[in-house]
């Protein structure tokens, strides 16, 4: 059979090879597609939740006894409390760069921290915590005492309490036990809700009571204005308990 006589292929058709080698490069760009795609979302999202430090930060506080230095005495269950490192976060400042922060919490869970031993007496006492997303509401006592609420949400990310308040309160100097208690969250908190941060303390020393009129009318006073309004000076609504 001579050339002429062979069945030619029709002009612009591809034969099978042909088309083999256009699935084999179809197949190449989708791979390089997704390929690109996915490194174009990493690192949209690495832009997205890189920490950019800011100016408006202030000064981390000064004089504190730290979270991490105050024995537990007791936990309403076996939660963890541990040293969370807050250099990661853009919001603010902790003193010695970190707070214990209370995870996987629930409604009701407490935990006992031992303050240090000092001459007893009247002090002012300063509490320093910290706010998030996730934290709940959380009371305040001192040997049994209710001396504080506070709604611990922010809607501006991690963010430290800056002093809080907590009155004149009499220590009697040595196995003085502050509880702080999670009685519930912000209606706008997230998951998991009842969470909770501690930086630390701080005490200044007012006039000493002799235990008469005076230390009782000191006691009195530090009742009445040690519960603070829970939230106070914060973003946040009004809180609603879950």
Known sequence: M?????KQEPA????PHDRILDF????????LLIVGTVVGLEVLRDASTRVKPTADRG???TGLIEAEDLPVIAKSRNFSFWLQPSTVFPGGHWSSDGHMFAQSTEKGDWIDLQLPEREPGNYHLELFLTKAADYGIVDVSLNGTQVGTF????????????AL??????????EDVLRL???????RASMPFFQFGIDGIRFGESAQGDGGEDGENAASDASDSGVEAAGEGSDQPPSEER
């Open 2 to 6: 001579s050339k002429q006589d062979k």
């Open 12 to 15: 612009g058709e591809a034969g």
């Open 24 to 31: 084999a490069e179809a197949g190449l760009w989708i791979v």
């Open 59 to 61: 000064p981390a506080p």
């Open 151 to 162: 709604d611990l949400y922010s809607g501006r990310g991690v963010v430290p309490t800056g």
């Open 165 to 174: 308040d907590l009155g004149e309160l009499e220590l009697r100097g040595h």
């Open 181 to 187: 208690a999670v009685e519930g969250t912000n209606r």
